[in-house]
Structure formats: C-alpha cells, structure tokens
C-alpha cells in the first residue's frame, strides 16, 4: 500500500505562482512514475505532468513552458512548481503514484486532492 499526502495548494491571482508537494510512504516500487492530475469542476480528471523514477518528464501541452515537475526519490516527494497561473488551471490536484509491477502492469494510489484557484 502506498499513502499520498498532498500541500500547497491555495488561492492565487492569474500570473503568480504555487508549488504543490506530495509525500508518498509504504511500498515504493524502484520502478514507478510520479505525477500530478487535475479536476476542473463538471470535467473529468486529466494529467497535468508525471515523471519518471529516473526523471523523464511528461507534460500536458496546456501547461508546458509554465509548470515544472520534479522528484526527490530519497524523500519520495514530488513537486509541481506552477508559473504563470490562468484561471483555467482552477482544479483540484490530485498526486498519483503508479507502482509497476511489471513492463506494461502497475497499481495506482491517488492523494486526496488540494484545491488550487487562480482569480482573474
């Protein structure tokens, strides 16, 4: 089992900026890959970005050039730093962490979400 803490979140003016962080404790697999989703109210939950256990990042195109992911593998901690917030980046973060178990199948573990409102 894997628990996910999740801060940072909070209220924020277009333009400036948060940093999300999740703490992930219990069974870390050597092979996972650590990301960040987002639900918007009356949409489904998409990805925002995840990186991998050596560091390849994947991003959202929505969010690419403002939003930075990364990882601290002895903490199992990741952040999401966030540049340039619109108000369309108002949502509820969610971490996700997804243990692979082996090439192609894995478990997944959600946090329990942070709000983050962007005012225009």
């Known amino acids: 089992q894997v628990q996910l803490v999740e801060s940072g979140g909070g209220l924020v003016q277009a333009g400036g900026s948060l940093r999300l962080s999740c703490a992930a404790s219990?069974?870390?697999?050597?092979?996972?890959?650590m990301g960040w989703y987002r639900q918007a109210p009356g949409k489904q939950r998409e990805l925002v970005a995840t990186?991998?256990?050596?560091?390849?990042?994947n991003y959202a195109d929505s969010v690419k050039g403002r939003f930075a992911i990364s990882r601290d593998n002895a903490k199992n901690t990741v952040y999401l730093q966030m540049n340039s917030l619109k108000p369309e980046d108002t949502a509820v973060y969610y971490c996700?962490?997804?243990?692979?178990?082996?090439?192609?199948?894995?478990?997944?573990?959600w946090g329990q979400g942070t709000q983050v409102t962007v005012s225009s």
């Open positions: 996700n962490v997804k243990n692979f178990f082996s090439q192609i199948a894995f478990n997944d573990y």
């Open positions: 219990g069974s870390i697999f050597s092979r996972n890959v």
């Open positions: 990186i991998g256990s050596v560091g390849s990042a």
